[in-house]
Every structure is written in structure tokens, then in C-alpha cells.
């Protein structure tokens, strides 16, 4: 099902900015809907059951073409573990991956990654309270791929060898990843926990377990688990992609039906939850806490049922309260003294089968009071007299953009995106009657829900106040008010007196522009037929570049960038000009503030930022199809009609405050600060961690000022489209919105800000943190000479040394769980590239983890690498390429790079033979060429040094 309530603190201005509907032509003719009726299985899929109980799911999909999306889903998690087993749930899905009846260990990952599969960002798993999940994207380019694809799931379902030194090595790993995930956020989540599960098993069956269990379980109790919980029964068989579905279900049924289920069988138990039957409140502090937060968590409740069609009209009207909800807590951060930084509120999932109404909010400097104020004031105004028709009207808009825009994009929607759905049918019994019938449901009921069902359902959906735990979720550092439990049960009991009152709805303005600029002209329009371009010349002296496409449906993607940014401006202005975007952008435009755009393009699908750094500015958009006009007014007011609001400006200023005092600290914080110091020093143009004072230095008007002085003139702008858009149609839309844009005279040069990283072998310890955990940073950098040939000789070599990463420092040696290099080129303002490694581990292991880094590199500057790991490379980015060849996201950025660094466009067509040209030799040169052992920084980040008792 893909119902989704609109969250203003998840959706940013691109989801809220949404056209009313209109039903498309291609739209099925509607038949009868009967509320009774079972709610049907989407007729593209192809769903069964085996004779062991194994149930599959099957769908041919195109998006991506050449490629199959292979998941098995098995319905047993840590809440299954027996006491001798805490983290062992997790610890199969490890194993899987180290041997099993047709794949020798390190012979899976090794075979996967020369297909063009990679571990991690393709090939990867997971384990939570109730299933774990695996998840196999597998080509299609040869048969035998997806054969071995489905040998592969085959033998995790029932294959894993569970040697006992493979079970033994895996510990460590497991142990690093326990450690990678230690700090404030583990600390405060193990005790809230508890009384959030109410004393049930799941409070006392984190996925990850206990650590002195990891190291010293017995063989056989992993063993059992595999046995009893690893059945056919509990188990799916995901398959989407470009596959002809008889095709894979007669592979399913090879190579899944002699699955057997274990006898005598074991019965999975239901895990009840008990509900609370008083108010509670807990205080729970952490000095390394990055936020301080509060969180109301009323009783849980039953899922509700999902089984016939009247059960999905309701999940509608569910999701029209839950959107209207956090549209009213986000337009409270609008006002003078907002009463907190940022809030949300509904009904979220718990667990499998369980909901609970969640109330939470993140602390501003008013404190604890006023968010608990405004959160139970809104709630109970709800409670007490609804919605608005106007909020009502917007929510429909919204929903319904939302709706047509899945329609419009069904036949490219991705697989992985089909694969989800389906997971969570068979997890949680989801609906899936497929994206035709529930747009064909929200037609039918939505404008058949008046405003008094609507009001009726808020009232049953909104939880009084007579139960509830309340959390406070905070930073115990010096300075800070920590409220008692008793404080927090007074201030609920005080918020709970206030006065309710109704909402006052102001109009929102129909349109955002009355009066519409004078039309410049197209003054030239060419074709690049070798591209599919066409390229127009305005009378501004704006250039614009179109790529129409159908690799959406209903997209259009827009881009410029030119010369300048920050280095226009002198280190006087650096928190002006670094801070204008934002705070501009805060205030709204021309007569709209935030609030007041969300609401007049309720039901519209537009959005426009802008941006700078340090040698350029940017301007990105995005559409629908039938909304690029409104996209184009955005920008042009953008650009032309910022607003001043010294209110939202002073509002901004107060929470960026706030949000850089919590954030110093987080031991993670302060590790990034010291990373940039000890490679920049102390150069006052690089982006350091923020700092409370900072925002002292920024002016309302001269933060206006900067912005206006670079985006008031639109002189060498080049702007870029890529999407679904009729020529035709567009080209006028151009002509009027950009061609009339200013284009006031103004440097768009950029000047060298000598950003220059220190020289020679540079080494930090920095202590932070209360966990014995340590990251090691390793930076290499220096001058370069780009071309395209060597940029993909350069990423050859850091992603061969990522294998070896996964390969010798994870899988053989146990010293990481996760970890990686990255690198770059630099062409502005001069040639230069960084390579940057970051490896969480053990303090212990510290010299370990860089002697055998070094080595790796070493072996490859002396040897080279080995032919089957470029190979893997290779095969990898040929993969990509071939989906990069069918992405709007990717031709809009190859077409701005092109013109951004006056470089030839039509390389696009020439990536295949460069990344079959990169060799051997050429590797080991790169290597010899960028890791200067003479020259690179290493900064570890240590644990704090304990203060011994006297």
C-alpha cells in the first residue's frame, strides 16, 4: 500500500508544493466499489504459496531495465531468541555470508562483486525485533546470473554451513559493529526501552544483543536458531524485475520446494505488549546528548485491520489527519518565540501489529513548558473542534498530487521500490492492491469524506490525556535545567488546564504571481541532434539548454551554476554570505512567508533552492510535468522578490543556536572539527563545526544584501532542463520567466581563497567520548592534472582499495565492521586531489587498522592490483552507467558539469571505452602517483581519558 501522510518535518518544500489533480486518459474505467469487498492483490503481481508454506511474490518491472531484485524475507527476528541466544538473530544473517552448501566462504561476495554486484551498497542485510530481511539485486544480462541468484537465497534460507572457526571469527565483526553503534543515542535508547514495551520480551531483545552472549554462546545455540526459525513457513521469496514471471517462478520452485519445515516444528509465539494503565514520566540524560527533546508515547494499540475496502477508505481519512496534524506543529516554528525547535505527532508503528499515538519535540531555549503546551494544545484543539475546511481542502489537494503523480509514475516506478511493498505485505499484511486501484479508491472516496467525518475520526484518532508516558531526552552538562519526573508530571497536569482554543484560518492567496513579468525572446534556438539537445539563447543574454527525456513520466529537473560564491566576499562577511541562502529562504518571497507558500501551492509539485559555495552559486528546481510554470514563478520571485521578516529572521538565528550549543556535545562533532582544524588550521573560509557565537555576526540586512548582489542579476547563467516537458510549451514559459530576468552587470569570476591543506606527515589524537571506540581518519592530498581519462583511473584505484578494505581489514583480519575510502578531484581554483579514509574500530587496534590500510596500498604501488578486482570495478561501473544513461538526475548533472567547466557534453557517450581502457599498469601508477607516504594527515580519535578516583 502506498498511502503516506504528509510530515512537514520529513517533507521539505518539494513535497508540499503540489498540483491539483486531473484524471489522466489512461485511467481504467471504474467499476463498482463495494466497501465490503476484500481489498484485492495488485493484478500485476503474480503471488503464491509453495507446498512447505514458502510464499512468493512475483512482477515483471522494467525500472531498472537488465536487472532483478531478489529478497527473502524470513518472519523470525531477536524477539524469537531464547535467553541463551540475545543477538544471535543478527548473528545468522552474519553468517550467511560465510559459507554455505554451494559457496565457499568469501566465494559469495567474491562472485557477486564480479557481476557488477556490490557488498553493502547492493548486497546487504538486516535483522530487527520480528524478521530479518536479505536483500540480492542480481543482472539479468546472462541466465545463469539470476539461476545463481536464486542458488544464493536457496542457501541462506536453508544452506548456511555454520562451520565453528568461521562462527568464531565472526564474533569480532559482530562485536565492532555492537561498538560502532555505542554512544549517547544506545545509552539513552536501552533505558527507554523498557517501559516503552512495557516490560514485554522486546524490551529485552535488541537486535544486537549482549555483548558477553556474543562472546561466549555456544556453537549449537546458533545452530538451533537457524534450525527452528529458518522454515519454509515463515518465510517469502521476493522477485521483481525484468523477468518474465513464469520464467522465475519455475526457477522459485526448483530451487525453494524442497525446503523442509523442522519436526516437530516449533511454534512461533505472539509477543504481547501490556498496555499502560497510568501516566508516567522518565528522565533521561547523557552529557554527549546532541539534542534535548520531549516525547509523550500514549498506550499501544492493535494495528488496525486491513482487509477490505472500507478498511483502505479509512487508512485515506487516517492519512488526511495525520498530514493536517504536522502542518499545524510546523507552522508553530514560525512564529516570534516559537515554543520549540521542531515537533511531530500521529500514530506510528511500534513494533509488527502494534501503534501508538507519539507526541515529540525538540527543545528550543523556552524550555520544556511551552512545547508541552503548544503539543497538547494542538491535540486537544483537534480533539475538541477539528479541522478547518481550508486545512481540510489543502490536505486533499496535497494527497491527491501525491496520488496522481504515483499513477503517472507507475510503469517507472523502481523495482526495489515494488520489493518494499511487498516485504511489508508479508510482515505486516500491508494491502497491496496495486497503484491503478488505489488511485482509482482515492478518486472514488476522497471527495466523498466531508469535513464532519473528517472531524469525527480526529476526535476517536486523538488520545485524551488521562494516560500517557512522558520522556525527557536530554543533554545532563553543566548549565543545563534538568526537570524532575515529579516536574514533568506538574507541567503536564498544568498544560492539560490550559484553555483549548480553535483554529483561526487565515485565506491563503489563490496565485503566486498577479502580474506576470514582460516576456524576453528567444534570440537563437539550435539542435545538438548527438545529444537530444537543444540550446536557446534568450534576449537577456541567459542561455538555456533542454534535454527532453522519458525516463519519467512526470519529471522536470532544473539546474544553473556559474562563477562566484563565496570568494566575492572578504573574511569579514564569511557568516553573511555562508548564512544567506538559508536565511533568505526563510523568510519566504515577495508577499509569502514559508507558511504562507505552503499553503497557496498546496496541491502543486514545485520547488526552487538556491546555494553557494565557496567559488559558485547554484539554482536547483524540480516539477511535475504540469507544474513547470509554477517552478518557473518560484524562481523568478526567488530571484527577483526575496522578503525581509525580521521576526522568522530572528526565529532562524535563535534555533541555529540552539541546535550548534547541542551539537558540541557529540563526540562526533568534536572529531570533525579537529579533523578540519588539523588539515586547514585555522583558514577562517573553511566550513568549521558551528558555534553559538557565530550567529552573533550575521546581519539581517547584510545577509540580504550579499544574496541580492549575486542572484539579482542573472548575467552567465546557464540555465539546464532534463525531463518530461513539451518543447513547445516550455520555450514560451523560458521566454517569460528567465528571459526577463535582470542581468545587471556583475563579476562572475571566482577568486583563489588559498584553501591549501598542510604539508608533510601530519598526526592528532583527539580525546571525545565516553565509549571505548576510536576512528581513524587518514587524508591524502596534493596538486593534479585532471583529465577525464585519469579522474576514472584515480576512482579505479579507490574503490579497488575499498574491496580490500572489505576483503583484509573486515572478512580476514576482524579489526572493522564498516568503513571506507573516498577521493576527489578539485579543478577550482587549481588541480588538486584528496583522498580521504575513515575506519571506526577498537582503541586496541588502532595501529592495526592503519599498518594494514598502509599495506594494501603499499602491495598496490609495488604490485598493482590484482586483474579480477579491477575487473570487479569495472563490471560495477558499467552497470551503473547503463542506469546512468536513464537518469534525469544524471544527465542534468553531466550536462552542468559540461558547461560549469567548459568540457565536452558528449563524453556521456564515451564513458564505456574509458572504463574499458583503465589496466593494471595504470593502477599501480595512480598509486605510486597520489599516496605520498611523506605527505598525509592521520587523525585518531581516542575515548577520553578517565579521571582516576583518589
Request: charged share 25%.
Amino acid at each position: 500500500m502506498t498511502i503516506k501522510s504528509s510530515t512537514p518535518g520529513k517533507r521539505l518544500i518539494a513535497s508540499l508544493v503540489l498540483l491539483a489533480i486531473s484524471l489522466p486518459l489512461s485511467l481504467p474505467a471504474l467499476a463498482e466499489i463495494r466497501l465490503n469487498d476484500p481489498i484485492p492483490i495488485n493484478p500485476d503481481l503474480k503471488m503464491g504459496k509453495l507446498e512447505n508454506g514458502l510464499t512468493y511474490y512475483i512482477q515483471k518491472n522494467d525500472t531498472p531495465r537488465k536487472k532483478v531484485e531478489l529478497r527473502l524475507v524470513v518472519k523470525a527476528g531477536s524477539v524469537l531468541e531464547d535467553d541463551d541466544q540475545q543477538g544471535l538473530a543478527h548473528f545468522t544473517e552474519h553468517m550467511a555470508f560465510n559459507g554455505s552448501k554451494h559457496f565457499k566462504k568469501h566465494q559469495l561476495i567474491s562472485y557477486l562483486q564480479s557481476i557488477g554486484v556490490k557488498f553493502g551498497a547492493d548486497l546487504n542485510a538486516y535483522t530487527s525485533f520480528d524478521e530479518t530481511v536479505y536483500i540480492l539485486p542480481i543482472p539479468t544480462d546472462k541466465p545463469a546470473y539470476l539461476k545463481t541468484g536464486f542458488q544464493v537465497l536457496a542457501d541462506w534460507a536453508q544452506g548456511v554451513e555454520m562451520k565453528g572457526i568461521d562462527i568464531d571469527k565472526e564474533r569480532g565483526i559482530i562485536l565492532e559493529e555492537a561498538r560502532l553503534g555505542k554512544g549517547a543515542s544506545d545509552r539513552m535508547t536501552r533505558q527507554l526501552l523498557p517501559e516503552v514495551f512495557n516490560g514485554s520480551k522486546y524490551a529485552e531483545r535488541l537486535p544486537i544483543g549482549k555483548e558477553d552472549t556474543i562472546k561466549q554462546f555456544k556453537h549449537d545455540a546458533l545452530r538451533r536458531f537457524y534450525k527452528d526459525w529458518y522454515r519454509p513457513d515463515l518465510m517469502a521469496v521476493v522477485v521483481i524485475g525484468d523477468v518474465q514471471p513464469a520464467e522465475a517462478e519455475k526457477m522459485l520452485r526448483k530451487y525453494f520446494s524442497g525446503l523442509q519445515n523442522p519436526q516437530p516444528e516449533r511454534a512461533r509465539p505472539e509477543i504481547n505488549i501490556p498496555k499502560n494503565t497510568a501516566s508516567k514520566a522518565m528522565v533521561i540524560t547523557d552529557k554527549e546528548a546532541g539534542n534535548n527533546l520531549l516525547m509523550l508515547r500514549y498506550p499501544l494499540e492493535k494495528q488496525p485491520a486491513h482487509d477490505v475496502i472500507a478498511d483502505y477508505r479509512q487508512d485515506i481519512i487516517r492519512g488526511f489527519y495525520k498530514s493536517m496534524l504536522n502542518r499545524r506543529l510546523g507552522a508553530l516554528t514560525e512564529q516570534a518565540k516559537p515554543p520549540f525547535l521542531g515537533a511531530s505527532a500521529g500514530n506510528e508503528q511500534v513494533v509488527a501489529g502494534y501503534d501508538s499515538f507519539i507526541s515529540t519535540a525538540m527543545l528550543s531555549q523556552a524550555g520544556i513548558q511551552p512545547a508541552l503546551d503548544a503539543l497538547m494544545q494542538e491535540k486537544n484543539s483537534i480533539r475538541q473542534f477539528g479541522f478547518t475546511a481550508a486545512e481540510f481542502e489543502r490536505a486533499k489537494k496535497i494527497e491527491a498530487r501525491e496520488y496522481e503523480s504515483m499513477f503517472n509514475e507507475r510503469s517507472k516506478s523502481n523495482s526495489a521500490t515494488f520489493a518494499a511493498e511487498y516485504i511489508r505485505n508479508f510482515l505486516t499484511n500491508e494491502p497491496i492492491p496495486g497503484i491503478k486501484n488505489e488511485y482509482l479508491y482515492f478518486k472514488e472516496f476522497a471527495d466523498g469524506i466531508s469535513l464532519e467525518e473528517m472531524n469525527r475520526f480526529a476526535r476517536q484518532a486523538t488520545p485524551d490525556d488521562s494516560v500517557k508516558l512522558m520522556f525527557y531526552v536530554g543533554s545532563n552538562k553543566e548549565g543545563e535545567a534538568i526537570p524532575s519526573t515529579a516536574d514533568l508530571l506538574g507541567m503536564a497536569a498544568k498544560a492539560e488546564q490550559q484553555t483549548v482554543q480553535a483554529r483561526v484560518e487565515k485565506v491563503a492567496t489563490a496565485n503566486l504571481m498577479t502580474t506576470l513579468p514582460k516576456p524576453g525572446k528567444i534570440v537563437d534556438d539550435k539542435e545538438n541532434k548527438l545529444l537530444g539537445l537543444v540550446e536557446l539563447t534568450l534576449s537577456n543574454g541567459v542561455k538555456v539548454t533542454l534535454k527532453k527525456t522519458d525516463f519519467k513520466n512526470d519529471q522536470v529537473l532544473m539546474s544553473a551554476r556559474r562563477a562566484g560564491g563565496l570568494s566575492m566576499f572578504a573574511d569579514a562577511d564569511y557568516f553573511n554570505s555562508y548564512y544567506s541562502n538559508p536565511v533568505v529562504w526563510g523568510m519566504g518571497m515577495a508577499n509569502f512567508s514559508q507558511k504562507d507558500l505552503q499553503e497557496t501551492l498546496a496541491g502543486k509539485s514545485a520547488n526552487v533552492r538556491t546555494s553557494m559555495d565557496n567559488y559558485s552559486e547554484s539554482i536547483g528546481g524540480a516539477s511535475s510535468s504540469s507544474d513547470i510554470e509554477t517552478m518557473l514563478q518560484l524562481l523568478y520571485l526567488r530571484l527577483t522578490a526575496p522578503r525581509k521578516d525580521e521576526v522568522m529572521f530572528q526565529t532562524l538565528i535563535s534555533a541555529q543556536k540552539e541546535m550548534a550549543r547541542n551539537n558540541w556535545a557529540r563526540p562526533e562533532a568534536v572529531f570533525s572539527e579537529a579533523i578540519t582544524t588539523t588539515i586547514y588550521k585555522d583558514n577562517p573560509r573553511v566550513p568549521h563545526q558551528a558555534r553559538v557565537e557565530d550567529f552573533d555576526k550575521i546581519s539581517l540586512d547584510r545577509s540580504m544584501e550579499i544574496y541580492q548582489s549575486r542572484y539579482g542579476s542573472a548575467k552567465d547563467m546557464h540555465f539546464i532542463f532534463v525531463g518530461s516537458f513539451d518543447l513547445d510549451k516550455i520555450k514560451p514559459l523560458i521566454a517569460t520567466y528567465l528571459g526577463s530576468l535582470p542581468n545587471t552587470d556583475i563579476k562572475t569570476t571566482y577568486q583563489d581563497l588559498h584553501i591549501d591543506p598542510v604539508q608533510g606527515v601530519v598526526k592528532k589524537e583527539v580525546r571525545a567520548g565516553n565509549e571505548e571506540k576510536s576512528t581513524v581518519v587518514l587524508s591524502f592530498n596534493g596538486p593534479s592534472t585532471y583529465t577525464r581519462e585519469e579522474n576514472g583511473r584515480f576512482h579505479a584505484m579507490v574503490d579497488i582499495l575499498n574491496l580490500k578494505i572489505i576483503d583484509v581489514l573486515r572478512e580476514k583480519q576482524g579489526l572493522i565492521y564498516s568503513g571506507g575510502m573516498s577521493g576527489s578531484f578539485e579543478r577550482i581554483p587549481k588541480d588538486r586531489y584528496s583522498i580521504d579514509a575513515e575506519l571506526p574500530c577498537s582503541p586496541e587496534n588502532v595501529d592495526k587498522v592503519i599498518a594494514a590500510l598502509f599495506a594494501e596500498i603499499k602491495k598496490l604501488q609495488q604490485s598493482g592490483p590484482q586483474v579480477e578486482d579491477l575487473n570487479k570495478v569495472k563490471q560495477s561501473w558499467l552497470k551503473e552507467h547503463q542506469q546512468e544513461l536513464l537518469s534525469n538526475e544524471n544527465w542534468l548533472n553531466h550536462l552542468q558539469n559540461a558547461i560549469y567547466y567548459k568540457t565536452e557534453a558528449e563524453s556521456i557517450l564515451t564513458v564505456e571505452k574509458r572504463i574499458k581502457a583503465i589496466t593494471p599498469a595504470q593502477i599501480k601508477e595512480a598509486a605510486q602517483r597520489y599516496f605520498n607516504f611523506q605527505n598525509y594527515a592521520q587523525i585518531v580519535m581516542y575515548p577520553e581519558q578517565k579521571q582516576e578516583s583518589k
